[in-house]
C-alpha cells in the first residue's frame, strides 16, 4: 500500500510490516463489510421475495415504480434540487466575500467575528435547530421552502468561509496590487483577478456544500413542512412509518437517494482533490537560488 | 499583527469591512437571534419558577441519563473515527496512485445517508443476513448476532458514516505540511516514525484538535441512526431524541429549548476541553508559510 518513491521504508522491521498488514485489514474489513451493507439494500430492492436465503426468489423493479409513486419522489426530488442550489448560491454570495475580508485584513473584533462563523459548526444542529425553528415557526417561514433554504444556510456560509479562507491567503496580494496600479477597482479586481484565481477554491466549497446540504437531516427535518420535505426528510419518515409500507420500497428510495449523493460526489471528486481541502502542497520545492 | 495597526489607524473606515457584512447580519439573524431567543424561552416555563425546565430535567429520570447515554455513544465514535483515519491518511499523505483510488473508495460512505446505512445493516447483521449465513457456513459462530437494535448498532454506523468525513479532513491536513520537512528530517536520520512524532503531529495538533471536534459534533447530535439502529426507549435514548420530544410530541417548546441548551452547553466544554489541550503540544502556523 505504501507506494512511497522515496526511499523511507528501507527499514522494514517486523513491526513496521505488522503495523502495514493491520491497517491493510483493517481498511479492507472497513470496505468490504460497507460494499455488503450496500449490496444487501440493492439487493432487497430488486427481490421478490427474500427471506432466509442467500439470494431472493426472484427479481423485480417494481419496488421502484412503486416507490416513485407512493412517495411521490419527482416532487421530492424537484424540491431537493430546489432547496440545494439556493443554498449553494446564496451561501457563495455571502460566504466568499467575507472570506476575502478574514483573509486579508486584520480588525478589531476579528475574533469575535471568526468566533461567530465557527459556532455554527461546532455546536450541534439540533441545539440551535429548535431554538431556530421556534422563531421560524413565529415569523412562519417554517413549513415553506424558504424556512428550509434558510435553515440549511445556517451551517453552509460558515461552511463556505472557512474552507475559502486558506484558498484566498494563499493568493499573492501583490496581484492585487498590481491590478490596482492598472486602475481596476475593488469590482473589477474581484472579477477579474480575484474569481479566476479561487475558482477551484469556490468548486470545491460549492461542491461540498452542496454534498453536505443533500445530507443534512436535522436542520430541513425540524423546519420542513409536508410539500418542502428533502430526500433525506422524505426517507426518514418513509423508514419511521415503516409498519404501512413495504420495506423494499424503502430500499428502493434509499438506494436514489445513494445514486444523487453518488453522482454528485464523483462530480466533486473530478474537480477537486480532496486532499485539497484546506491547504495545497508544494509539490516542487522552491530551488534555492 | 502589529505592522496592520497603523495601516487601520491612518484609514478611518476600510471599506473592505463591507464585504463581511452579509454574512454577519445573516449570522446574527438567524444563529445568534435563535439562540438568545432560546434561552431566554427556557428560563420561561410553562409552569413554575424560572429554573423549572432545568430542575425538570435534572430530576427527571429519562431526561438527565441522555446526557451519558450521548456521551458513551460520541466519544468512543470520534475516538475511533479519528484514530483510525490518522494512521490510514498518514500512510497515504504522499501522492502516488493509490492515493486518489483509495480515497474515493473510502469516501463513498459519506454518500449513503443514515437511513441507507441503517437499512443495510438491518438486512446485513439481521437475523438471517449474510454475516450470520457466512458466520454458520465457516462454523465460526452459530449464535444470534447482536449488533442491531442497541448501543452497537448505533456505534457501527456512527463509524461508517463519520469515518471517511475524519479520513478526508486529517488527508488535506497532512498533505498541507511541506514534505520538505520530513525530507530534512530524514537527511538528518530520522525513521518515519521519528518524522511523525516530531514533524508531523505537532503541526498536526490543530487540524486532529478541529477535526476532533467537528466528528464529535457530528456523532454527538446522532438522532435518525440512534432511532432507526438503536433502541430510542432504552440504552440510546439519546438528548437530541429528548429535545426532539419535547419540541415535536408534547409541544413544550420551552423545555425543548432548556434541553438544546443543555446540549449545546456539554458540547462545548468537549470542544474547550479539546482546543485547550492542543495548545499544549503547538504554537505555530500549519503550513509554515513562507518560513
Known amino acids: 500500500m505504501g507506494g512511497t518513491a522515496k526511499p523511507m521504508n528501507t527499514a522494514g522491521s517486523w513491526f513496521d510490516r505488522a503495523w502495514r498488514g493491520l491497517l491493510l485489514g483493517t481498511m479492507t474489513l472497513f470496505v468490504v463489510n460497507i460494499g455488503l451493507i450496500i449490496a444487501a439494500v440493492a439487493t432487497s430492492s430488486f427481490a421478490r421475495r427474500w427471506l432466509g436465503t442467500w439470494l431472493p426468489d426472484g427479481w423485480t423493479t417494481t419496488w421502484y415504480t412503486e416507490a416513485w409513486r407512493e412517495f411521490q419522489l419527482g416532487s421530492i426530488l424537484w424540491v431537493t434540487v430546489e432547496v440545494v442550489f439556493a443554498v449553494v448560491l446564496l451561501a457563495l454570495l455571502i460566504g466568499v466575500p467575507a472570506a476575502y475580508t478574514l483573509a486579508r485584513r486584520d480588525f478589531p473584533g476579528k475574533r469575535l467575528l471568526l468566533l461567530l462563523f465557527l459556532l455554527p459548526l461546532m455546536v450541534p444542529p439540533i441545539t440551535y435547530g429548535i431554538p431556530m425553528a421556534t422563531v421560524l415557526y413565529k415569523v412562519q417561514l417554517a413549513g415553506t421552502i424558504y424556512g428550509v433554504i434558510l435553515a440549511n444556510l445556517v451551517p453552509a456560509a460558515p461552511f463556505v468561509i472557512l474552507v475559502m479562507t486558506p484558498f484566498i491567503e494563499q493568493i499573492d496580494p501583490n496581484l492585487e496590487s498590481a491590478a490596482r496600479v492598472f486602475g481596476a477597482s475593488t469590482a473589477r479586481m474581484f472579477w477579474h483577478v480575484l474569481v479566476p484565481l479561487l475558482a477551484p477554491g469556490i468548486l470545491a466549497a460549492s461542491l461540498l456544500v452542496l454534498v453536505r446540504t443533500i445530507a443534512l437531516f436535522e436542520l430541513t427535518f425540524l423546519t420542513a413542512g409536508s410539500d418542502s420535505q428533502t430526500l433525506v426528510v422524505a426517507l426518514y419518515y418513509a423508514v419511521f412509518a415503516a409498519g404501512v409500507r413495504a420495506p423494499q420500497s424503502v430500499d428502493a428510495m434509499a438506494m436514489v437517494y445513494m445514486l444523487v449523493t453518488l453522482t454528485w460526489l464523483l462530480i466533486a471528486l473530478r474537480f477537486v482533490n480532496p486532499t485539497q481541502l484546506v491547504s495545497r502542497v508544494k509539490e516542487h520545492p522552491q530551488p534555492a537560488t | ?291
Open chain 2, 1 to 291: 499583527m502589529t505592522t496592520a495597526t497603523p495601516a487601520v489607524a491612518r484609514a478611518p473606515f476600510d471599506r473592505a469591512l463591507l464585504l463581511v457584512m452579509p454574512a454577519a447580519a445573516f449570522m446574527l439573524l438567524l444563529f445568534i437571534y435563535p439562540f438568545i431567543y432560546g434561552l431566554l424561552l427556557s428560563f420561561n416555563p410553562k409552569n413554575g419558577g424560572a429554573l423549572a425546565n432545568y430542575t425538570h430535567f435534572f430530576t427527571t429520570d429519562n431526561l438527565w441519563p441522555t446526557i451519558w447515554t450521548t456521551l458513551k455513544l460520541a466519544l468512543p465514535a470520534t475516538l475511533i473515527n479519528v484514530g483510525l483515519a490518522l494512521p490510514i491518511a498518514y500512510k497515504m499523505r504522499n501522492k502516488s496512485r493509490y492515493q486518489r483510488w483509495v480515497t474515493t473508495i473510502l469516501v463513498v460512505p459519506i454518500t449513503l445517508g443514515t437511513v441507507l446505512i441503517a437499512e443495510g445493516m438491518l438486512i446485513y447483521f439481521g437475523p438471517k443476513g449474510w454475516l450470520s449465513q457466512f458466520l454458520q457456513l465457516i462454523h465460526l459462530y452459530t449464535g444470534p448476532i447482536r449488533l442491531t437494535h442497541n448501543f452497537w448498532g448505533v456505534l457501527i454506523s456512527l463509524v461508517i458514516s463519520g469515518f471517511p468525513f475524519a479520513f478526508l479532513l486529517i488527508l488535506s491536513y497532512i498533505t498541507g505540511i511541506d514534505p520538505v520537512l520530513a525530507r530534512a528530517a530524514s537527511t538528518l536520520g530520522a525513521d518515519p516514525k521519528a518524522q511523525f512524532r516530531h514533524i508531523y503531529l505537532p503541526l498536526l495538533a490543530p487540524g486532529l484538535a478541529m477535526c476532533f471536534c467537528l466528528a464529535f459534533v457530528q456523532a454527538y447530535s446522532v438522532f435518525p441512526s440512534a432511532v432507526l439502529l438503536g433502541s430510542p426507549a432504552g440504552p440510546t435514548r439519546v438528548i437530541s431524541i429528548a429535545a426532539y420530544e419535547a419540541a415535536f410530541e408534547q409541544y413544550d417548546y420551552s423545555l425543548a429549548s432548556a434541553i438544546a441548551m443543555i446540549m449545546g452547553f456539554v458540547q462545548l466544554i468537549i470542544v474547550a476541553a479539546v482546543l485547550g489541550l492542543r495548545n499544549l503540544w503547538y504554537r505555530g502556523p500549519v503550513s509554515g508559510g513562507k518560513g
